[in-house]
Nanobody, 125 residues
Framework: QVQLVESGGGSVQAGGSLRLSCAAS????????MAWFRQAPGKERAGVAA????????YYADSVKGRFTISQDNAKNTVYLQMNSLKPEDTAMYYC??????????????????WGQGTQVTVSS
């Protein structure tokens, strides 16, 4: 069993930055996919970024490329999402997820077995 706890959400003005953290505890496999998803009111949950902990390969949604960076600290079993140049459309609940899916399916929600409770990000114009 893996537990995921997100932190770092908050309110920021457009153009600002936030860093989200996802701390994993419990049974940690040697290699798996850690991802950030987000869900705005009335919209479906969508993948934002993913990192494969074994290879450190990263993947991003087109809407955040060049603005968001996903990274990991293996010693702390923690994954981060650095979000810069935030826009009002980035406002959503952000969720951390862990799974073992192939890289071409990193956006597929059903590939993730473990989910955190979410952290709210609000960007005002």
């Amino acid at each position: 069993q893996v537990q995921l706890v997100e932190s770092g959400g908050g309110s920021v003005q457009a153009g600002g930055s936030l860093r989200l953290s996802c701390a994993a505890s419990g049974y940690i496999a040697s290699s798996y996919c850690m991802a950030w998803f987000r869900q705005a009111p009335g919209k479906e949950r969508a993948g934002v970024a993913a990192i494969y902990t074994g290879s450190s390969n990263t993947y991003y949604a087109d809407s955040v490329k060049g603005r968001f960076t996903i990274s990991q600290d293996n010693a702390k079993n923690t994954v981060y999402l650095q979000m810069n140049s935030l826009k009002p459309e980035d406002t959503a609940m952000y969720y951390c997820a862990a799974g073992f899916g192939a890289y071409w399916r990193w956006r597929t929600i059903n590939e993730y077995k473990y989910w955190g409770q979410g952290t709210q990000v609000t960007v005002s114009s």
